[in-house]
């Protein structure tokens, strides 16, 4: 069982930074797959970008690559999402998602089925 918490959203405005964090409890934190979601008011929840178990290989949606940055500290069992160049079409509510290594692996990363532990969401509102 994992149990993750966001933190770090908020409001600023357009071209300003966030940096999220997610902690995990458990002492197999550094076993999992983690990911970074997204839903806005009246759109499906959204892939943002993923992280496997050891750090090595990350995964990025189009819409924030070179912008966004995923990284993970297995001691404190947390993961970021630092994100940069906010736009005001990155207003969503986001969530971090936790899936044991054999799932949520770089293939499957996007796919939110592949998750099997959610926080509850912390929200982003990015001004014009």
């Known amino acids: 069982q994992v149990q993750l918490v966001e933190s770090g959203g908020g409001l600023v405005q357009a071209g300003g930074s966030l940096r999220l964090s997610c902690a995990a409890s458990?002492?197999?934190?550094?076993?999992?797959?983690m990911g970074w979601f997204r839903q806005a008011p009246g759109k499906e929840r959204e892939f943002v970008a993923g992280?496997?178990?050891?750090?090595?290989?990350?995964s990025y949606a189009d819409s924030v690559k070179g912008r966004f940055t995923i990284s993970r500290d297995n001691v404190k069992a947390t993961v970021y999402l630092q994100m940069n160049s906010l736009k005001p079409e990155d207003t969503a509510v986001y969530y971090c998602?936790?899936?044991?290594?054999?799932?949520?692996?770089?293939?499957?990363?996007?796919?939110?089925?592949?998750?099997?532990?959610w926080g509850q969401g912390t929200q982003v509102t990015v001004s014009s």
């Open positions: 998602a936790a899936a044991p290594r054999f799932k949520a692996t770089i293939a499957a990363m996007s796919r939110a089925d592949e998750y099997d532990y």
């Open positions: 458990g002492r197999t934190f550094s076993t999992y797959n």
């Open positions: 992280i496997v178990w050891s750090g090595i290989s990350t």
